[in-house]
């Protein structure tokens, strides 16, 4: 089985930084693109940002600037760093990857569990 295992979530005070990190463990092939999305109750899930294997990344207007994409192929781990967080970024942000378990199976999406962040004014 192929899991996604996020950390470093937590409560911070507007202007401040909070770094999370997700982890990819199980039966891996290979890992396409990795991405972080963020939900609050009652909304979509939303993109936040996206890496690919090739280290091209993707945000979302609202984080650019702010936030900083990364990845570790080799410990099959991306990295969210959030700089100058402001209390509309209080969200649950979830870890997202396309894994390949074997070569005789397709990518898959695979969702880790989410970590909460909360930002106050």
């Known amino acids: 089985q192929v899991q996604l295992v996020e950390s470093g979530g937590g409560f911070v005070q507007a202007g401040g930084s909070l770094r999370l990190s997700c982890a990819a463990s199980g039966s891996i092939f290979g890992i396409g693109v990795m991405g972080w999305y963020r939900q609050a109750p009652g909304k979509q899930r939303e993109l936040v940002a996206t890496v690919t294997i090739g280290g091209s990344t993707n945000y979302a207007d609202s984080v650019k600037g702010r936030f900083t994409i990364s990845r570790d192929n080799a410990r099959s781990t991306v990295y969210l760093q959030m700089n100058r967080l402001k209390p509309e970024d209080t969200e649950v942000y979830y870890c997202?990857?396309?894994?390949?378990?074997?070569?005789?199976?397709?990518?898959?999406?695979?969702w880790g569990q989410g970590t909460q962040v909360a930002v106050s004014s």
């Open positions: 997202n990857a396309g894994i390949r378990p074997s070569a005789t199976m397709e990518f898959m999406t695979t």
